[in-house]
């Protein structure tokens, strides 16, 4: 089992920028690696940004492109999520994710989530 945490959550101007925080622990080893996902009012859960543990495959979605930095630390099993240029449209519960795989159609899911953490772009 994988236990995911995650922190950082809030509010922020547009224009903005918060940093997303998600430690990993339990008995199973996660073999590739971790990532972001969100979810906005009305909306289905969309992927925001992967990276593996080695760092060499790292995946973002074109809309946080340029905007959002994904990194890790492996000593500490943790992923951070830098979002920089915050837009309303960013608004959403984000959830981090052990394990993200691509789909065929090119659609991201998980084998593990965390709680989410509520983030909110206001004007």
């Known amino acids: 089992q994988v236990q995911l945490v995650e922190s950082g959550g809030g509010l922020a101007q547009a224009g903005g920028s918060l940093r997303l925080s998600c430690a990993a622990s339990g008995r199973t080893r996660i073999t590739y690696g971790m990532g972001w996902f969100r979810q906005a009012p009305g909306k289905g859960r969309e992927f925001v940004a992967a990276?593996?543990?080695?760092?060499?495959?790292?995946h973002y979605a074109d809309s946080v492109k340029g905007r959002f930095t994904l990194s890790l630390d492996n000593a500490k099993n943790t992923v951070y999520l830098q979002m920089n240029s915050l837009k309303l449209e960013d608004t959403a519960v984000y959830y981090c994710a052990a394990e993200p795989r691509i789909l065929g159609g090119g659609t991201w899911t998980s084998d593990y989530w965390g709680q989410g953490t509520q983030v909110t772009v206001s004007s």
């Open positions: 990276i593996s543990w080695s760092g060499g495959s790292l």
